[in-house]
């Protein structure tokens, strides 16, 4: 089974800045390439949402909301992913799960998420 560990969560006041990090852990020998990793946020009441997600190449898909304030960066040879958030705004916070897709050695493709950090931003 293949886990994702994310951190980095926390409070922050308006106009600051969290990085969260993701990693891919456990049986990572059973995934052959890992096509995409993001970011996801579920606000309170509200479905979740794409934040940004980087492909194995390094292409990027951001949320029209945080274009030119997050930033999402991948190491693929440590199946990392990071996202840089600055000049935070309250309707930033919610619950950011980390996310991949991938292929798999053995046959097909599979999406896996992570557990979820919370971010709160208020003053």
């Known amino acids: 089974q293949v886990q994702l560990v994310e951190s980095g969560g926390g409070l922050v006041q308006p106009g600051g800045s969290l990085r969260l990090s993701c990693s891919a852990s456990?049986?990572?020998?059973?995934?052959?390439?890992?096509?995409?990793m993001g970011w996801y946020r579920q606000g309170p009441g509200k479905q979740r949402e794409l934040v940004a997600v980087v492909g194995s190449g390094g292409s990027t898909n951001y949320a029209d909301s945080g274009k030119g304030r997050f930033t999402i960066s991948r190491d693929n040879a440590k199946t990392t992913v990071d996202l840089q958030m600055n000049s935070l705004k309250p309707e930033d916070a919610g619950v950011y799960y980390c996310?991949?897709?991938?292929?798999?050695?053995?046959?097909?493709?599979?999406?896996?998420w992570g557990q979820g950090t919370q971010v709160t931003v208020s003053s």
């Open positions: 996310y991949a897709h991938a292929r798999l050695r053995l046959f097909g493709a599979r999406d896996y």
């Open positions: 456990g049986s990572i020998s059973s995934i052959d390439v890992i096509d995409v």
